[in-house]
């Protein structure tokens, strides 16, 4: 498809309802039209199929259009090393939440790559703000495994600090760690060193979970 075709379907599929409600939600600085998430996810599937010249020429301005690119790159069967000068490109355009966990979200690709992603992007520990969440989500989806915890814990201590969504990000994926690995979790969180904002929201997503019991709820009420 050319980039007029892709973008006379992402225009008809826009709703001014949905984009003035996502817009709240999202807090992008980016253009945005309204197109759904499943619209934006079933096009990125097609496109993956049959890119072509699609991560070379098309051109990605728009919230959408740039989810749209990150989300094709993500769901394409190309090698990862392949990827990595277009996703090189893409990052940078980053400006909220949404790009950064949707694009993480179907990137599965990752989890045997979770090494050589780290040695290739540990450099976003030193980027903006969704560049640095970037790097927390990815360690949340593909790296909370017995054998990557310690790694976890290393990184989210290192990026913790000013920026608020990178703080959200990091009290996430500790929360998500409590549900899978809750007593070295609990014991790493006990030995200090985390701020009070992600202290905080940790436990606060922890004790939302369905998947703590009670008694641990209570158990790491007292944390704080």
């Known amino acids: 498809m050319t980039q007029r075709e892709i973008d006379d379907r992402l225009v008809a599929a826009a ?23 499943p619209v934006l996810q079933a096009l990125a599937k097609e496109i993956a199929r049959d890119s072509g010249d699609f991560f070379t020429a098309y051109k990605a301005h728009t919230y959408e259009q740039i989810l749209l690119y990150a989300l094709a790159l993500a769901k394409s069967k190309m090698p990862f090393a392949e990827k990595v000068p277009y996703l090189d490109g893409i990052l940078p355009k980053f400006d909220n939440w949404a790009h950064v966990d949707m694009t993480l979200g179907a990137f599965g690709q990752l989890k045997k790559h979770r090494a050589e992603f780290l040695e290739k992007y540990a450099r976003l520990a030193e980027g903006g703000e969704f560049e640095q ?4 989500v990815f360690l949340m989806d593909y790296c909370l495994t017995e054998e990557w915890l310690p790694t976890v814990w290393d990184w989210y201590a290192r990026l913790q600090g000013e920026l608020y969504y990178v703080n959200m990000g990091i009290a996430w994926g500790l929360s998500v760690a409590l549900v899978k690995f809750y007593e070295p979790t609990l014991a790493c969180l006990k030995k200090g060193g985390w701020n009070d904002f992600v202290l905080r929201k940790t436990v606060q997503k922890a004790r939302e979970s369905y998947s703590i019991s009670p008694e641990r709820k209570e158990e790491l009420k007292r944390l704080l």
Do not use: C, T, W
């Open 15 to 37: 709703e001014e309802k949905y984009r003035d409600f996502n817009a709240r939600i999202v807090r992008s600085q980016l253009p945005m039209i309204g197109v759904r998430a």
């Open 133 to 136: 969440r970037f790097l927390v």
